[in-house]
């Protein structure tokens, strides 16, 4: 009498949890056929506007690009004034450098700015330059 494998080489097997008729399930064995379904997070599908709607995506394209570039020109123009503002400052005889080191302070939370001046403080003391 030959024995019977529990695995069939030519038929691969694997582990599901199949319905048990009474509401429950039942772990067994079933033929591989069929990808285990995949536990985590689904990729999130996007629906191209492009494909859906050609006419009307292109033109809101267009639309967002010209807003774009119309900030940039903005942001363009807003740099070259800021520039002219340095220059005039630089022409009454103000340090650039130090207009520019102020305006970084400002920006800054005052805890953090009081904290990093202790720290430079401390480090120009060891050093023997204060």
Same mark, same amino acid.
């Given at each position: 009498?030959?024995?019977?494998?529990? /695995?069939?080489?030519?038929?691969?097997?694997?582990? *599901?949890? #199949?319905?048990? %008729? =009474? %509401?429950?399930?039942?772990?067994?064995? #079933? &033929?591989? /056929?069929?990808?285990?379904?995949? =536990?985590?997070?689904?990729?999130?599908? #996007? &629906?191209? &506007?492009? =494909?859906?709607? &050609?006419? *009307?995506?292109?033109?809101?394209?267009?639309?967002?690009?010209?807003?774009?570039? @119309?900030? $940039? @020109?903005?942001?363009? %123009?807003?740099? $070259?004034?800021?520039?002219? #503002?340095?220059?005039? !400052?630089? !022409?009454?005889?103000?340090?650039?450098?130090?207009?520019? $080191?102020?305006? *970084?302070?400002?920006?800054?939370?005052?805890?953090?700015?009081?904290?990093?001046?202790?720290?430079?403080? /401390?480090?120009? /003391?060891?050093? %023997?330059?204060?």
């Amino acid at each position: 009498m030959q024995a019977q494998s529990v /695995t069939d080489p030519a038929r691969p097997m694997r582990m *599901a949890a #199949v319905p048990d %008729g =009474k %509401g429950g399930t039942v772990h067994k064995l #079933v &033929p591989a /056929t069929v990808e285990p379904v995949r =536990k985590g997070k689904r990729k999130r599908i #996007v &629906p191209d &506007p492009i =494909k859906a709607n &050609p006419d *009307a995506a292109a033109q809101q394209l267009r639309l967002l690009i010209e807003r774009i570039e @119309g900030i $940039d @020109g903005e942001i363009l %123009g807003l740099l $070259d004034d800021r520039n002219d #503002v340095y220059q005039e !400052a630089k !022409a009454t005889g103000y340090s650039k450098k130090a207009m520019r $080191d102020i305006i *970084a302070r400002r920006k800054k939370d005052p805890n953090a700015l009081q904290e990093e001046q202790a720290i430079l403080d /401390t480090y120009l /003391t060891a050093l %023997g330059m204060e």
